[in-house]
T-cell receptor
Framework: AQTVTQSQPEMSVQEAETVTLSCTYD???????LFWYKQPPSRQMILVIR??????QNATENRFSVNFQKAAKSFSLKISDSQLGDTAMYFC???????????FGTGTRLQVFP | DAGVIQSPRHEVTEMGQEVTLRCKPI?????LFWYRQTMMRGLELLIY????????DSGMPEDRFSAKMPNASFSTLKIQPSEPRDSAVYFC???????????????FGAGSRLTVL
C-alpha cells in the first residue's frame, strides 16, 4: 500500500525568508502524481502545486516550488519570500496514475512570523 | 460556481444520536469523496463515488457509517449511532476526471466539524 510521510509536525519561518517542507512516499508504481495542499485556519483545503512523476522538471507556482527526487521518493515543497498568509497546515498527497484516490500525509503546521 | 458546499458547518450531538452530514459537489464534477480529519490520523479517505456509484468504501470505519449519493448534486454521510471517537472534521471533495493527464484535482468543501459528547 502507498504511504505518505511528513516527518516535520511543525515548522516556523520569518517573513520574507525561505522554508522547505519535507515529504517522502512509498510506492511500487512508476506513474503517479504528487500534490501539496494548504489548509489555512479557515479549514479550506487549497491545492498549492502538483507534479507528474513522469516529468523530470520540478513544478513551480509563483513562490512555491518542489524538489522532486523520484529515485529517493522525496517530494519537498519550498516556499520563497514567505508571507504571513502562508501560515497554514500543509499536506503532501499521492495518487496513482489513473486512479481516483488521494492519499495524504499527516501534515506540517507552518507558522510565518513577522 | 459556489464550490463544494457542506452542511452543517458545526454539529454538536450526544452519544447515540444519529448524525447526517451533507454535501453538494461542484456542478459537472463526476467524482465525490468523503474524508475525515483528526489530529491523530490526519486525513483519511472514507468513501468515494463516481457518477453517483460508490466505488471504494474500504475506508469507512464500521457499520455505523453509511454514505449515499442519490443524484449528481447531493451526497450524505450518516453516522448511527454516533460515538465520542467519531468527533472529527469531515470533508467532502469533488473532482472532474482529467482525461488528458489522468490526475484528479480535488476541490474541497469547508468541512463539517462534528463533536460527539
Amino acid at each position: 500500500a502507498q504511504t505518505v510521510t511528513q516527518s516535520q509536525p511543525e515548522m516556523s519561518v520569518q517573513e520574507a525568508e525561505t522554508v522547505t517542507l519535507s515529504c517522502t512516499y512509498d510506492t511500487s508504481e512508476n506513474n503517479y502524481y504528487l500534490f501539496w495542499y494548504k489548509q489555512p485556519p479557515s479549514r479550506q483545503m487549497i491545492l498549492v502545486i502538483r507534479q507528474e512523476a513522469y516529468k523530470q522538471q520540478n513544478a513551480t507556482e509563483n513562490r512555491f516550488s518542489v524538489n522532486f527526487q523520484k529515485a529517493a521518493k522525496s517530494f519537498s515543497l519550498k516556499i520563497s519570500d514567505s508571507q504571513l498568509g502562508d501560515t497554514a497546515m500543509y499536506f503532501c498527497a499521492f495518487a496513482e496514475y489513473n486512479t481516483d484516490k488521494l492519499i495524504f500525509g499527516t501534515g506540517t503546521r507552518l507558522q510565518v512570523f513577522p | 460556481d459556489a464550490g463544494v458546499i457542506q452542511s452543517p458547518r458545526h454539529e454538536v450531538t450526544e452519544m447515540g444520536q444519529e448524525v447526517t452530514l451533507r454535501c453538494k459537489p461542484i456542478s459537472g464534477h463526476d467524482y465525490l469523496f468523503w474524508y475525515r480529519q483528526t489530529m491523530m490520523r490526519g486525513l483519511e479517505l472514507l468513501i468515494y463515488f463516481n457518477n453517483n456509484v460508490p466505488i471504494d468504501d474500504s475506508g469507512m470505519p464500521e457499520d455505523r457509517f453509511s454514505a449515499k449519493m442519490p443524484n449528481a448534486s447531493f451526497s450524505t454521510l450518516k453516522i448511527q449511532p454516533s460515538e465520542p471517537r467519531d468527533s472529527a472534521v469531515y470533508f467532502c471533495a469533488s473532482s472532474l476526471q482529467n482525461l488528458l493527464s489522468g490526475a484528479n484535482v480535488l476541490t474541497f468543501g469547508a468541512g463539517s466539524r462534528l463533536t460527539v459528547l
